[in-house]
Nanobody, 125 residues
Framework: QVQLVESGGGLVQAGGSLRLACAAS????????MGWFRQAPEKEREFVAG????????YFGDSVKGRFAISRDAAENTVFLEMNSLKLEDAAVYYC??????????????????WGQGTQVTVFS
């Protein structure tokens, strides 16, 4: 079992930045793939970013490439999502997910076994 707890969501002005954290327990993040997804009202869940158990690989959805970064701290067993140049359309509930080792990291939510409760990101103009 893997437990995931997201934090760091909140209210931010367009153009601003926000950093989300996903603290994992029950399994080392060095043994699993980790991903961030988001879902806005009346929209489908969207892959945002992913990082595999290996160091040195990161993956991003097209809508966030060049603006978001994903990283991890193995000592804290935590994955971070750094969101910069936020747009109104980035507003959503952001979910952290964990899944089995694979390369490339899957952009499909069904390939992830464990999910956090989500954290709300609201972007205003």
């Amino acid at each position: 079992q893997v437990q995931l707890v997201e934090s760091g969501g909140g209210l931010v002005q367009a153009g601003g930045s926000l950093r989300l954290a996903c603290a994992a327990s029950g399994r080392s993040i060095s043994e699993i793939n980790m991903g961030w997804f988001r879902q806005a009202p009346e929209k489908e869940r969207e892959f945002v970013a992913g990082i595999p158990w290996l160091a040195g690989h990161t993956y991003f959805g097209d809508s966030v490439k060049g603006r978001f970064a994903i990283s991890r701290d193995a000592a804290e067993n935590t994955v971070f999502l750094e969101m910069n140049s936020l747009k109104l359309e980035d507003a959503a509930v952001y979910y952290c997910a964990a899944g089995p080792k694979m390369l490339p990291v899957s952009m499909t939510g069904s390939r992830y076994n464990y999910w956090g409760q989500g954290t709300q990101v609201t972007v205003f103009s």
